[in-house]
């Protein structure tokens, strides 16, 4: 089992930027694929973005690719969502994940307690 913490998140302007941050223990971490996803108040969670354990393959939802982008450090145990662009409809709680390389929350076995991102116009 991977234990996942998220941070960075905070109050941005439109068009800004912010960085998310996803530090894990456990030593499956660097055999693990990961994945962001997002909840917006009163909607499902939603798959943002997922990376496969070497951090050579990536995945994004449409809403947010050429925008958002999802790295990994396996050394630091850490995997990173920076985040251009931004606009209000990205304002969610954002939650990292591990387990998985597919889009679907259900296939993710480890989840943090998320991270607010407020995105204001």
């Known amino acids: 089992q991977v234990q996942l913490v998220e941070s960075g998140g905070g109050l941005v302007q439109a068009g800004g930027s912010l960085r998310l941050s996803c530090a894990a223990s456990g030593r499956t971490f660097s055999s693990s694929a990961m994945g962001w996803f997002r909840q917006a108040p009163g909607k499902e969670r939603e798959f943002v973005a997922t990376i496969s354990w070497s951090g050579g393959s990536t995945y994004y939802a449409d809403s947010v690719k050429g925008r958002f982008t999802i790295s990994r450090d396996n050394a630091k145990n850490t995997v990173y969502l920076k985040m251009n662009s931004l606009k209000p409809e990205d304002t969610a709680v954002y939650y990292c994940?591990?387990?998985?390389?597919?889009?679907?929350?259900?296939?993710?076995?480890?989840w943090g307690q998320g991270t607010q991102v407020t995105v204001s116009s």
């Open positions: 994940a591990a387990g998985s390389h597919a889009p679907q929350p259900k296939s993710f076995g480890s």
